[in-house]
Structures are given as C-alpha cells and as structure tokens.
Nanobody, 125 residues
C-alpha cells in the first residue's frame, strides 16, 4: 500500500492557482510524527525541494523560487498535507511529490523516508 497519495494536480494557465493535497492512511502513517515536504521533478531534471513544514506546522521552509507564491500547511487531525500554489509559471511544470521525514528540517530527498507517487502539474504559457 502506498503510504502517501497526492491529488490536485492538473493543467492551468500561467498566473493561475492550484491546491495540492497529500493524504495518508493513519493505519500506515501518522503524519504528525514527521517533517513533511513537497518536492517536484520536471522531465529530464533532478528532483527538487519545494517546501517543508515542521511536525506541528509552526515552521516552514521554501525554495527561493516558491517563496511568496506557494504556501505549505498541514492538518494533523486530518492526516493531510497541503500545498497552495499561486501565480504559477511555466517553469513550475513538474510532477509534485509529497514526502515524510524523521529529520527536524531537511531539503534533501535522501532524508525523506516515505513518498507518494506524485501528481502532475502543467502550467501553460
């Protein structure tokens, strides 16, 4: 069983918005125990850190290109992670993956232990 499942991707015009979600079955993974992050991978490129949120939700970290446009949040009661994306650009086109880490804070994919299969985001110009 896949521990994490993303949803909310799609096709949007430049300047538009999308809201991504990442859910986990509490029987397989209780997200409150993990640092949660979003990564993305564009065709032909390496996986890139986008954002992370601390276990309690009080601290967040972003890649520079997402700062001010994306907002990561979590609802531990719902066992769900979110990524609100605004002012989307064609260069945001990628498969977006959520991941869970036992680290306190990390932007390295190797530090994340559980992954979803991803949801595709396409931004047209």
């Amino acid at each position: 069983q896949v521990p994490l499942v993303e949803s909310g991707g799609g096709l949007v015009q430049a300047g538009g918005s999308l809201n991504l979600s990442c859910e986990a079955s509490r029987r397989t993974l209780s997200l409150s125990s993990y640092l949660m992050g979003w990564f993305r991978q564009a065709p032909g490129k390496e996986r890139e850190f986008v954002a992370a949120v601390s276990r309690g939700g009080g601290r967040t970290w972003y890649v520079d290109s997402a700062q001010g446009r994306f907002t990561i949040s979590r609802d531990n009661a719902m066992n769900t992670l979110y990524l609100e994306m605004k002012s989307l650009k064609p260069e945001d086109t990628a498969v977006y993956l959520c991941a869970a880490s036992l680290s306190y804070n990390s932007n390295k994919s190797a530090d994340y232990h559980y992954w979803g299969p991803g949801t595709r985001v396409t931004v047209s110009s």
